[in-house]
């Protein structure tokens, strides 16, 4: 069955230090991958999109890259700030699919 | 900016009621889709729609409908409410446009309590 891994546990790191999430899934041939932001009690919010034949996307301090060869892709922060505390969830979709596949997100704590 | 407005945001319910829980977009979007949240649980769907009239079982419907009479409005409904439908409920849309990977828009949520 389809299966979509993100660490369950929290990553903490330090302010301007680089934070680097990941994702892997198995039994899937996704056309794209997004990574949302969820802080607590409130509604994911979308950040990027990066299709299977893009290798790397960068918006601002965030950078997302996808290896289809090994099923996974990293999101990084740059120069870290706690305000980038949160959870990050990264979902798979097909192409000609409405639904995406979530992830159970990975919470990350940036300490001052 | 896109806007996805869920009616309520707390709730607390007796067991056996009816809840209606509503949702409205503002971008004419052609999809919409009820998610619950719980912990350790991740996002999980429960019914999704692609037109008005049209709905789709997700991966946990049993004990929910959903009724889309009108593009922009989507309702969940809990027919006979019970304790362990306790959760935050969230809402979303998209386009529908496979050019936009299918970006989903979130409502704030629906946090139910069944009592």
């Known amino acids: 069955s389809q299966k979509i891994e993100q660490n369950s546990e929290a990553l903490n790191i330090q302010e301007g230090k680089t934070a680097t999430l990941t994702c892997n899934y198995t039994?899937?041939?996704?056309?794209?991958l997004q990574w949302y932001r969820q802080d607590p009690g409130r509604g994911p919010v979308f950040l990027l999109l990066i299709r299977e034949n893009e290798k790397e996307k960068r918006k601002e301090r965030l950078k997302v890259t996808f290896d289809t060869t090994l099923k996974q892709s990293l999101f990084h922060i740059t120069a870290s700030q706690p305000a980038d505390s949160a959870t990050y969830l990264c979902a798979l979709g097909l192409s000609g699919y409405s639904t995406l596949t979530f992830g159970k997100g990975t919470m990350l704590l940036v300490s001052p | 900016d896109v806007k996805v407005t869920q009616s309520s945001r707390y709730l607390v319910k007796r067991t056996g009621e009816k809840v209606f829980l509503e949702c409205v977009q503002d971008m004419d979007h052609e999809n919409m889709f009820w998610y619950r949240q719980d912990p350790g649980l991740g996002l999980r769907l429960i019914y999704f729609?692609?037109?008005?009239?049209?709905?789709e079982k997700g991966d946990i419907p049993e004990g929910y409908s959903v009724s889309r009479e009108k593009k922009e409005r989507f309702s969940l409904i809990l027919e006979s409410a019970s304790t362990n439908q306790t959760s935050m409920y969230l809402c979303a849309s998209s386009s529908g446009a496979d050019s936009s990977g299918n970006t989903i828009y979130f409502g704030e949520g629906s946090w139910l309590t069944v009592v």
């Open positions: 039994n899937y041939s996704p056309a794209y």
């Open positions: 729609s692609y037109d008005v009239k049209m709905k």
